[in-house]
């Protein structure tokens, strides 16, 4: 297995600002392949296989193109939910919730060789997360969304400035987020945007990344 500890550090805030998650539902036809490559073509710097439906044979086979992509363009690949999944697949990365296995455990499977990632259900989550194993966490929704029937209510760029100001490994907002209000989660302490609906079901997904990309370095060039 490989060590991936090129994505860590300062890398792997800067690998967060701009990240997209796959979904099938949402990509109006088209396959995973097509997707990420527009997307990493328009800027991505992260890419999540997120995979809800389907066999997990269908999974590895996507997965396996999916990383190769990312590798190619030195893009970090994270697998969503699972951490047998993000091994088989050799991810940078495996980002898991409150009802996946849990972060000590993850730890214990994956030791330092795959990044993980957290989404905290509450801030007291977020608050013992890193102390647990967790490397970044995703926070939100921070605005409302559809994508996730089970995201819970918005909790607005206030919470990721509290969790932000918190701890000290990188947080990325997720929730409803676009070019038009992407500024506002950065300069409330993000290093980036993970974001789904607004990339993957656009007419355009690398020029909706493009935007996306632009949105976020505009923002972190001016803080207020």
């Not at 355009?204 to 923002?219: C, F, G, I, P």
């Amino acid at each position: 297995m490989a060590a991936h500890s090129a994505f860590k550090g300062d890398r792997l805030r800067e690998s967060l600002a701009v990240y997209v998650l796959t979904d099938r539902g949402l990509a109006r036809g088209r396959a995973e392949q097509e997707v990420v490559r527009a997307a990493i073509d328009g800027g991505a710097t992260a890419i999540q296989l997120r995979w809800k439906t389907g066999s997990l044979r269908d999974a590895v086979s996507v997965g396996r193109d999916l990383r190769e992509m990312c590798r190619v363009a030195d893009v970090m690949f994270v697998v969503n939910d699972r951490v047998d999944l993000a091994l088989a697949l050799d991810a940078d990365a495996v980002h898991l919730g409150d009802e996946d296995l849990p972060i000590r455990e993850a730890r214990q499977i994956v030791g330092e060789s795959i990044i993980i990632g957290y989404s905290p259900a509450t801030l007291v989550d977020a608050l013992q997360a890193p102390r647990l194993g967790a490397d970044y966490l995703g926070v939100g929704p921070v605005y409302g969304t559809s994508t996730k029937s089970d995201a819970g209510e918005a909790v607005g760029v206030r919470r990721i400035e509290e969790v932000c100001a918190a701890i000290s490994i990188p947080v990325v907002g997720i929730g409803g987020i676009n070019a038009d209000n992407a500024a506002d989660v950065i300069r409330n302490g993000a290093a980036g945007v993970a974001v789904i609906s607004s990339v993957v079901a656009a007419d355009d997904v690398r020029a909706a990344t493009m935007r996306l990309k632009h949105a976020v370095e505009a923002a972190r060039k001016r803080p207020e």
